[in-house]
Every structure is written in C-alpha cells, then in structure tokens.
C-alpha cells in the first residue's frame, strides 16, 4: 500500500513493544515505541537522519546536545540528524510515542518487544516501494 492512514494516537497508547515499525517509505518511516518507567532510548546520533518524536502518554526528558527538555503527553521533540539525543521516561507509567524518521532508520517491519532485543543494526534506506 502507497500511504499510511490509521489512528496514531491509539496504535501509540495500545502499543506495548519497544519499538516497531508501522510504515517504511524511500523517505520516511513511522515507528510505535513503549518505554518503561525509569529506562530510556538510549544516547544516540543519527548522522543523516532526522527524526520527529511525539508523546502520546508519560513524562520524561528529551536530552538534546547535552540539554534537558522536559516531556509530557503531547510534547514533540524535532531531533535534526547530528544531534546527539536520549529520551528518558521519568514517570510512574510506560512512556508511549510515535516517531518519523526521514530517511528510514529501521528495516521495514522490525519489532523489538524490549530494549535488550533492539540490538544495534546497519540499514542501507533500501525499501520495498
């Protein structure tokens, strides 16, 4: 299928899996992630990739170059590629999010119930389409 329409706001509340990949273009994709109370993404840069992250439920932190940025329900985040980042729940309840990636950072298709599965991966921005 060209395009991608659904509910984001519920798929991002019903997920319960670190992160998966709900839709894979040449340019972009679109991604469900939960994380638990007191873990994180992870610190990380994404050298040619920028990335847009929305928070559909939970508190936390966006670090963002070392800056700390608060986070609740309906906070986004724009994380320009180079940026060095980290998400962190700091609440009592999984943070839920969905977040695009331009251009694609996942294999399409990819889900990692929990951090310890998401082990580091090389994408090439290959897609099907």
């Known amino acids: 299928m060209k395009g991608y329409v659904a509910n984001i706001e519920q798929i991002s509340l019903d997920n319960t899996t670190f992160r ?3 839709y894979t273009s040449k340019r972009t994709q679109l991604v469900v992630m939960s994380i638990p109370p007191g873990e994180d993404i992870g610190m990380e840069v994404h050298e040619d990739h920028d990335q847009f992250i929305r928070v559909e439920q939970g508190t936390g932190k966006a670090i963002l170059d070392g ?7 309906g906070s986004a985040v724009v994380i320009p590629a180079g940026t ?14 969905y ?12 889900v990692h119930p929990t951090k310890a599965d998401a082990k580091e991966e090389h994408f090439d921005g290959k897609t099907s389409e």
């Not at 977040?99 to 990819?110: F, K």
């Open 20 to 22: 998966t990949v709900l």
């Open 67 to 73: 800056v700390e940025h608060p986070l609740e329900d």
């Open 84 to 97: 060095q980042h980290d998400i962190v729940n700091t609440g009592k309840n999984d943070m839920r999010l």
């Open 99 to 110: 977040t695009i990636y331009a251009p694609p950072e996942h294999r399409d298709g990819t």
